[in-house]
């Protein structure tokens, strides 16, 4: 359900077609990257650490290399000896020497299920077996498994290169803390004595993995003249080819990324795992084509996952309501190298508000567990937990009405974030306002433990480098390659921006996602980009077709160019007029074909901000929590394919309410996971969730041309502090560790 | 090497045979021998249901199947849902209820659902949710997949 009040300007935007690849989806037809088969494949598996923490002495392939059916075996003295060097990738920059090493380990393992050694036979099986006779002799080091511990003097140190980025400047001793940030404003002192009340709790999160169903896959054919293919699943194509150019010290030119359809991302498939292993792999074993393909386990104890995280924070609200002064320390798990989400979580965490005096300080700690990868709105989640349990608290207290409570704190446009950006146009107030008239939050709600709770979101969302190219047929319909990985209808969404512009049916356009030597250089499908850059990409493409178009129209009517006009999908000049379509018939007569592209760097992308309303149930006696309905309100800008933007907050929030309530990696003190599998990882079923509803709050980002803000990551932002806020109203404890488990809940009870 | 087994199976409604080692799952055969590859592989021990199939009219996961347990049985899979007309009626509304996104748990809920009609042609909303809580999707909240099949079950 959505509601959308606003009568809808556009012919095509704002409607929902239907997705231009939805029969190959429900047929089974579409390619993803496990689907691929080549002439002479191999297939391969990889060796993985069964340590968290440990000093490799050696490794002897020997016996696995003369298995029948072997072609080659790889370890890291078969990649490149890196030196250390800071490269951008996605939604951050990473030292390549770690990139390298966690691809493969060279000296030290440092999490269970890191990369070893990596084979290539001729079957998964036989390629399995001979990761059993692969002998790697650890010597064991003590694994840190938690961030506070990994900070004190006394630890055992993961990195002994790593050195800590405080404020800008390195320090000079080993360490496990990567980096020490800080935002603040104002006068704290003077914040906190103006204050009422005040309230100051911590919070702890675990890690949680992005749990795409899709594992990752990655496919190379090494041709002899140095020319490589590699097929995957990713969410940016471009951003294979620059890491794996990294990692094998290979010109970006030799490669070709052809993205296969993907199986879910949410940021988890941004980084590279197999796909520099699978061109290793056939360079080696004398040029054949090789699949690697993860399980489950591997896909749970190598890739992703989310930081877990310990954040404090104190705030304190005079007698009106106005928050006086904020601080938080937020400290995050990197996982086995730099580069946690802690920077995007002190953005958020008390980003929405206006805050004259506040400190925020913010940790990126190394621990024996996975490097971990973005995850939809990377950092946020967390930080919100925190802060709206807070918030909520504060409200409490003052015998405020939540929402009215934020409504008077929070952030507009020309507003100032502790960090001193100044916001541009938000609706952040438009969205509590929406919200509080919602029929949900105006509904009774009453019955014995029964609760109903509210939180907000915030997420910056990204702009980045987006190409298009368009060519017009002579039927009237367009051809539209882009370089965006579809990971849940955007080509359908950039098809209808397309169509918009020129004036016809979406079903008129025909959208290609293209291989990297097929489109110019798109960054991957993250920080809801896609539809704004890419969109804004395929804007500019359709407005070049429109200018070449109107020169063909003044060939035929024997005109200046200048002369004519072009307004909702017709042509004219004086008396003259044709349709896209009719002028589209008349190319071969005036030139031939019209093909357009562009390239873009929009910069203005609009801040997302949502506010959520859950009623849950709780079950004193097993501590089970039950979703008995929830409304997510979010400002989405403009909703271009409005189905899909509700879709996307949909399933934001179920992976929110995950992780709110079951999702946790287990680590025993060794640092083995314990629940490596969706068994005992446990993520939402059709059962546990109820219908969610949404409302769609419009308010244009004046630096779209539709007004487009990105609409995917902060859904996944509101939901653990909106629950714990419900369980509070239902049963008086607060929550401050996530999961909210039936396990932590009854606890919490007894306390 | 192991030993192959040949096997005859009727699948999608036609005779098949192939050659297979005991220890493949029929999810391995269908996609690695007879290139369907419509069942998808999400965890391999049946926490998941993107390879479900119908065996004998019982809705499986075929990675929990041993490909030599279907001699002499029927399997459908994703590739014999539709029927030379056209869609099947839960692939049509999974496409117009925008049931799908990444669409790579689809074939599996599809499956899952034909299945579910086949013995419940008017099933509610609360047997939706508990027959489709073997399939997994991150994509959707389930919201529209539920949709979808209450509105397949109207077609």
Known sequence: MSTLDKPNEYKVIGTSPLRHDGVDKVTGRAQYGADIRLPGMLFGAVLRSPHAHARIISIDTSKAEKLAGVHAVVTARDLPDLESKIVELGEGIVNRRYQSNNTLARDKVLYFGHAVAAVAATSSHVAKEALDLIHVEYEVLPPVMDVRKAMRSDSPILLDDLRTDEFGKKGDSPTNIAGHYQDKCGDIEKGFKEAKFIVEREFTTKMVHQGYIEPQNGTAQYNPDGQITIWCSTQGSFGVREQVAEILEIPISNMRVVPMEIGGGFGGKIGVYLEPLAVLLSRKSGYRPVKLTMSRTEVLTSTGPTSGSYIKIKMGADATGKITAAEATLIYEAGAYPGSPVGAGMGVILGPYRIENGVIEGYDVVVNKPRTAAYRAPGGTNAAFAAETVIDELAEKLGMDPIEFRLINGAKEGDRSINGSAFKRIGYLETLQAAKESAHYQSPLSGPRYGRGIAAGYWFNYGGKSSASASVNNDGTVSLLEGSVDIGGTRTSLAMQLAETLGIPAEDVRPTVADTNSIGYTEGTYGSRTTFATGWAVYETANGLIEKLKERAAILWEVEKDKVTFENGVFSSGDEKLTFKELASKLDETGGPVVASAAVQPKQYGPGFAAHIVDVEVDPDTGKIQILRYTAVQDVGKAIYPAYVESQIQGGVAQGIGWALNEEYLYDEQGHLLNANWLDYRMPVALDLPMIDTILVEVANPGHPYGVRGVGEVPIVPPPAAIANAIYRAVGVRMTELPMSPARVVEALRK | ?155
Not at chain 2, 33 to 41: D, R, V
Not at chain 2, 67 to 95: N, Y
């Open chain 2, 1 to 155: 090497m192991p030993n192959k087994t040949h096997i005859t199976a009727n699948i999608n409604g036609e005779e098949v045979e192939f050659l297979c080692e005991p220890r493949q799952s029929l999810l391995e055969v269908l996609r690695e021998i007879l290139g369907l590859m419509g069942a998808k592989e999400g965890c391999n021990n049946g926490n998941c249901g993107s390879c479900n199939v119908i065996l004998d009219g019982a809705l499986v996961n075929s990675c929990l199947v041993l490909a030599v347990e279907i001699q002499g049985r029927s399997v459908t899979t994703i590739e014999g849902i539709a029927t030379p007309e056209g869609l099947h009626p839960l692939q049509q509304k999974f496409i117009e209820h925008a049931a799908l996104q990444c669409g790579y748990c689809t074939p599996g809920f599809i499956v899952a659902g034909k299945a579910l009609l086949d013995q419940n042609p008017n099933p509610s909303e609360q047997e939706v949710r508990e027959w489709l809580a073997g399939n997994l999707c991150r994509c959707t909240g389930y919201d529209r997949i539920v949709r979808a099949v209450l509105d397949a079950a109207k077609a």
